[in-house]
């Protein structure tokens, strides 16, 4: 069965800093890939998907991600955040159900 | 476009009370699914359905029931709810095919006393 890991609860990180956060999976095939952000109070929103082809992949608001087989990672970069980056980010894989990484918190310092 | 239409958005039931959260999609995808999300839990898939007729168990299904008689619509029952189903509940559509990103609804927030 398909499963996600995102090792950090929470990140914190000033604004206009470089940002990763991290994705872990677990699947047997070649996985689809999500990520998706949740601003306070609000409902969930893609940011970008991977199923094949190139491995690094962009995304919305300047964000983009790198598949890495060998590690088996899936890892959301932005080069430099905003204050509007403060939310939680959820990686997700997909087969014939989508799983969701437990979340990972990001804290933008001033 | 409605996308993926949720109701109630808010609810309050007592312990034991059963109730059925709605959820209705107009996109013509073929899945949907249920989550929950709970602090530091992440979103949790309770059932999800590829088709019309079919339903399959998520990671938390015990104390839920769903149905799928149309493509359109996929209801959540709790037949006897428990404080532990105090939570947010998203419903989310997708089309079967690549790469299936999911569409959501703008969640459900149930508190059972």
């Known amino acids: 069965a398909q499963s996600v890991t995102q090792p950090d609860i929470h990140i914190t990180v000033s604004e206009g800093a470089s940002l990763e956060l991290r994705c872990n999976y677990s699947?047997?095939?070649?996985?689809?890939l999500f990520w998706y952000v949740q601003s306070p109070g609000q409902g969930l929103q893609l940011l970008l998907k991977?199923?094949?082809?190139?491995?690094l992949v962009q995304g919305i608001k300047g964000f983009e991600a790198e598949f890495k087989r060998s590690q088996s990672s899936f890892n959301l970069r932005k080069p430099s955040v905003h204050w509007s980056d403060a939310a939680e980010y959820f990686c997700?894989?997909?087969?014939?159900?989508?799983?969701f990484g437990k979340g990972t918190r990001l804290h933008i310092l001033p | 476009n409605a996308g993926v239409t949720q109701t109630p958005k808010f609810q309050v039931l007592k312990t034991g009370q059963s109730m059925t959260l709605q959820c209705a999609q107009d996109?013509?995808?073929?899945?949907m699914s249920w989550y929950r999300q709970d602090p530091g839990m992440g979103l949790r898939l309770i059932h999800y359905?590829?088709?019309?007729?079919?339903?399959d168990q998520g990671e938390v299904p015990n104390g839920y029931n769903v149905s799928r008689s149309t493509t359109e619509d996929f209801p959540l029952r709790l037949l006897s709810a428990a404080p532990s189903q105090t939570s947010v509940y998203f419903c989310?559509?997708?089309?079967?095919?690549?790469?299936?990103?999911?569409?959501f609804g703008e969640g459900s927030r149930l508190t059972v006393l």
């Open positions: 989310a559509s997708s089309y079967n095919g690549l790469p299936g990103e999911l569409f």
């Open positions: 699947y047997g095939a070649t996985p689809y």
């Open positions: 991977y199923f094949s082809g190139d491995t």
């Open positions: 997700a894989v997909r087969d014939d159900k989508i799983i």
């Open positions: 996109m013509n995808h073929e899945y």
């Open positions: 359905s590829v088709g019309a007729g079919i339903t």
